[in-house]
């Protein structure tokens, strides 16, 4: 009865170390013996299909093989039997279970028989699984959320954080997990002492806080962000660790920065800045606009947008100004507004703009700019009565240069009349001296002394150049007085006519003369006969002494105008003096070397400004000179 008794208690302290489930027994050989009705209630099978190792036939056959090695693993070696199996039950499917089976000995220590407990797990693995597919959508969840995510310990060290995190905070994960939430926060945002928030988060005296303040990355760039902690405790309360979200509100700042420093020039600004309803009502106006309307201390809420104009104007603004804005979205111009506390106009450039919402579009007040422009007005009153007393006296002495003018030019036409006339008359006088000169030289030149005859010689040549000269003022003043009628000229012909003229003066000076193809223009033949005349003549006469003359005439194509060049080889002239030779009787030598009257040139330029043409001249002392001379086109013919 004892021993039978010592059985019972063993086999009931195994079956409560085991399990509370489906129990079973087996033989100490590990054969199931006998009945076993928690085992056929669970899989259904008889005692005939269980006996022995027949229990395995409930098994999932992926399974069986594995479990009865185990078993038979666990018999030989008398050792404790654990596995986890899929049994078939006695519904129908499989099911999971923990099995554990310990033997149970006899007081020699010899196994009398095995006591083993299948607990259905299935449920708990499902809910296992639900757990770690939970977990692992959390982590993905915060491991992609935009904003950033960590978890920290009591002393505020990261444990974790997401990738956002990183980006946001501008360190690696591995970084920031040497680092406190201080080693990443704005020196001057840090918080020490008990009192600050993590410290009573952590004490318990709060469940979550949420912060705005900057942190400072790597690089030394400066982030805000929004900050929420929150304490994740254990069943007793105890503090396990912080989850930190993080949101990015850099942006923000900025923004409410830009709108601070906006609102600040605004309120200083010397212009109107004014903020209405659609429907005209106040509600914003600054200092200046204050001032502008003379409001003193009165409230802009009282205001309407009406109260800012004349009476006399608010026609045009109900008509024009306002249903402008509304349709287009703005209205600008020069307008009036009225002054408070003296009722005067006060001119002012107005603009006038519909205020709309950044994310529909909407319209949502009306927005006024305006600046005084009473000085401006001012101005422009004087700037007027300026610009009208300037053209009454431009036109007083415009009256004035008109008579003169014509008094200048009826002093000129006399003066080149009496030109013309003193040159004309001058040649009978001159005739008569050289032609008396000449007889007393023939009839009476042997008996005069040398000293006579010296001086006879002095009257005859002076009578020669005073002949030269009077023909040269002749031609000058007839370049005035006579103008000969424009026409085609062909510039080839004229060269030959210049040649013929030239022809001893070439000869005997063995000058070469290189004449290039030159075209038709528009102009007075004899006249510019005379031009090119007196340009060959020139670069004849100014030779280097021991060099024959090399003269080359061109022209070139220059679009409405020929350009004519006359380049020779002789003394040249030195820069001071490239202008001064178109001046009237300017000589550059002495009369016994080069003979001349210093009208030459003048009347070269004289006929190429007669002709719409200028002229010029390039040369170096010593090297040769080049004469440039711009001439006008043919026209072409128009068709009929």
Same mark, same amino acid.
């Given at each position: ?107 020699? $220590?010899?196994?009398?028989?095995? #006591?083993? &407990?299948?607990? =259905? %797990? @299935?449920?708990?693995?499902? +809910? !296992?699984?639900?757990? /770690? ?103 007793? $309360?105890?503090?396990?660790?912080? #989850?930190? &979200?993080?949101? =990015? %509100? @850099?942006?923000?700042?900025? +923004? !409410?920065?830009?709108? /601070? ?380």
């Amino acid at each position: 009865m004892h021993e039978a008794a010592q059985f019972s208690a063993q086999r009931y302290r195994s079956l409560v170390d085991a399990t509370r489930q489906t129990v079973w027994t087996n033989s100490a050989s590990g054969q199931m013996l006998g009945e076993q009705p928690g085992w056929a209630a669970l899989t259904g099978q008889s005692r005939a299909q269980y006996q022995g190792h027949g229990w395995a036939q409930a098994l999932h056959p992926e399974d069986r093989e594995a479990t009865l090695r185990a078993w038979a693993r666990a018999v030989a070696q008398q050792t404790l039997y654990e596995v986890r199996q899929r049994v078939r039950v006695a519904g129908g499917g499989y099911r999971v279970f923990h099995v554990k089976a310990e033997p149970v000995t006899n007081a020699d $220590g010899t196994v009398r028989e095995w #006591v083993g &407990v299948h607990t =259905d %797990i @299935t449920e708990q693995l499902a +809910a !296992e699984q639900e757990l /770690r597919d939970r977990e692992a959508r959390y982590r993905a969840l915060v491991e992609h959320a935009a904003v950033g995510v960590g978890r920290a310990d009591h002393q505020g060290r990261w444990l974790d954080v997401n990738r956002a995190a990183e980006t946001l905070l501008g360190y690696t994960r591995a970084e920031l997990l040497t680092m406190t939430f201080d080693d990443v926060t704005h020196p001057e945002d840090r918080q020490r002492g008990p009192g600050r928030p993590f410290a009573r988060l952590v004490a318990g005296e709060l469940e979550t806080f949420t912060t705005e303040k900057r942190y400072l990355r790597r690089t030394g760039e400066v982030v805000w962000a929004a900050t929420t902690v929150s304490a994740v405790r254990d069943e007793a $309360g105890a503090f396990e660790y912080a #989850v930190a &979200v993080l949101n =990015d %509100i @850099t942006a923000r700042k900025q +923004a !409410e920065d830009q709108a /601070r420093q906006l609102a600040r020039v605004i309120e200083e600004s010397d212009d109107f800045v004014g903020i209405t309803t659609l429907e005209g009502e106040t509600l914003y106006l600054n200092p200046a606009g204050r001032a502008l309307l003379g409001l003193g201390e009165r409230p802009v809420s009282a205001l309407r947008l009406s109260d800012f104009f004349c009476p006399d104007d608010l026609p045009f603004v109900q008509e024009v100004v306002l249903p402008t804005t509304r349709t287009q979205g703005r209205w600008a111009g020069d307008f009036r507004f009225r002054h408070a506390q003296t009722g005067e106009a006060v001119d002012v450039n107005y603009t006038q703009f519909v205020v709309t919402d950044p994310a529909t579009g909407a319209p949502r007040a009306l927005a006024t700019v305006t600046r005084d422009i009473r000085a401006r007005k001012r101005i422009e009153a004087e700037v007027r009565a300026l610009n009208t007393a300037l053209e009454e006296r431009v036109a007083e002495r415009t009256a004035e240069l008109q008579q003169a003018n014509a008094e200048l030019a009826r002093s000129n036409t006399e003066l080149e009349r009496f030109a013309f006339v003193a040159s004309h008359d001058l040649q009978e006088p001159l005739r008569s001296i050289a032609s008396f000169s000449e007889l007393l030289d023939r009839r009476y030149g042997e008996r005069l002394e040398d000293q006579g005859r010296q001086y006879l010689g002095y009257v005859t040549r002076g009578a020669q150049r005073m002949k030269v000269l009077i023909d040269d003022l002749l031609v000058f003043s007839r370049l005035n007085a006579v103008h000969e009628p424009f026409a085609a000229v062909d510039m080839a012909g004229v060269l030959g006519e210049v040649q013929a003229r030239l022809h001893a003066a070439i000869e005997d000076s063995g000058a070469q003369l290189v004449v290039g193809p030159l075209p038709t223009v528009m102009g007075a033949p004899e006249e510019l006969t005379r031009l090119f005349q007196n340009l060959l003549g020139n670069a004849l006469k100014f030779r280097r002494e021991g060099v024959p003359p090399v003269v080359a005439v061109g022209a070139q194509d220059e679009g409405e105008r020929w350009h004519f060049t006359v380049t020779d080889n002789g003394i040249g002239i030195e820069p001071q003096y490239h202008e001064r030779v178109f001046g009237l009787f300017q000589r550059l030598h002495v009369r016994d070397r080069y003979e001349g009257t210093g009208l030459g040139l003048a009347i070269v330029r004289k006929v190429a400004e007669r002709h719409g043409g200028a002229v010029w001249l390039e040369s170096r002392a010593g090297e040769g000179t080049t004469i440039h001379l711009t001439l006008a086109k043919v026209p072409p013919v128009t068709p009929l």
